[in-house]
């Protein structure tokens, strides 16, 4: 993403139309991940959760499932394309659930109500903040005394394989990429676990804890799927949706090609029972107001 470029912009203009037509795909990749987010919140019912960067609204539904019809979901993102998903999926998939409100917002700097969620969840939104300790300060607010903070953010890349093999192919192709800076808005900016813990207790949170969750990613189809068909889905995913896809961003439709050849044909080398699996390494963050 260019420098000039924000993250409300980033995520209102081709990347989030990307994610907005993907986002069946999207869940079912992290679904292992969501799994272990929310036996981890241990959400109580008919209590009120707010989702932080909530996307096309996979964790909202979820929540709004575990809570009932006496509870009450909030999920935020800056995001149009991805909210207007979200909603068209909440009319259908969250009936008999929690109510369920959208809104476009920054959750670092929205005015949430003080003091009315008992948790705040999110599945990886909350790395891309320009001030992250006033970012989660903001969250702080928004919770009830004793109320929870629970998180997914990636560990290293280097512990990525998910991202890091199709990254050593791609990368021949392209100009040599510019190192972001450790200590801004991007995938792996909490993936320092001393840097998440400092920056939660800056922003007054307590009870930090920060547990290392490993886990494999099915990318692309499953089941019976040919072997070709797969590797191309996964390739897809991983250039199109993935860190990965960063790289392809300036490029014309012949280097794009190349890549996605060229992924395809390690993924092929990879795939089993009709898909590809790498592992993914991320943190568990959970914290008291």
Do not use: K
């Amino acid at each position: 993403m260019a420098e000039t470029t924000t993250q409300r912009e980033y995520w209102n203009g081709d990347a989030g139309e990307r994610w907005a037509r993907n986002q069946r795909s999207i869940d079912a990749v992290f679904a292992p991940l969501t799994e272990i987010l929310f036996t981890g919140a241990a959400l109580r019912p008919d209590a009120p959760v707010l989702d932080v960067g909530c996307g096309a609204g996979d964790c909202a539904i979820r929540a709004s499932r575990v809570l009932g019809g006496r509870g009450r979901v909030v999920a935020a993102d800056v995001s149009g394309p991805l909210l207007a998903v979200a909603r068209e999926r909440a009319a259908l998939e969250a009936l008999g659930g929690a109510p369920i409100g959208f809104i476009e917002a920054d959750a670092q700097t929205h005015a949430f109500d003080s003091a009315v969620f008992e948790h705040v969840i999110s599945r990886f939104g909350v790395m891309f903040f320009d001030d992250s300790v006033a970012a989660f300060a903001n969250l702080r607010r928004a919770l009830v005394p004793g109320g929870r903070l629970t998180f997914l953010c990636w560990r290293p890349l280097a512990e990525n394989a998910w991202i890091t093999v199709p990254r050593a192919v791609v990368l021949p192709l392209v100009p040599e990429p510019e190192p972001s800076p450790p200590d801004g808005p991007g995938p792996f900016r909490f993936a320092d676990p001393e840097v998440i813990g400092g920056i939660l207790a800056a922003a007054g949170f307590l009870d930090i804890t920060v547990e290392p969750i490993d886990r494999d990613l099915r990318l692309g189809l499953s089941g019976g799927a040919a072997t070709g068909e797969a590797a191309d889905s996964a390739a897809r995913f991983v250039l199109e949706l993935g860190p990965v896809s960063r790289l392809l961003r300036d490029q014309d439709d012949e280097v794009r090609e190349r890549a996605r050849t060229a992924v395809a044909a390690d993924f092929a080398r990879r795939a089993e029972a009709g898909g590809v699996q790498l592992g993914a390494a991320c943190w568990l963050v959970s914290a008291m107001r």
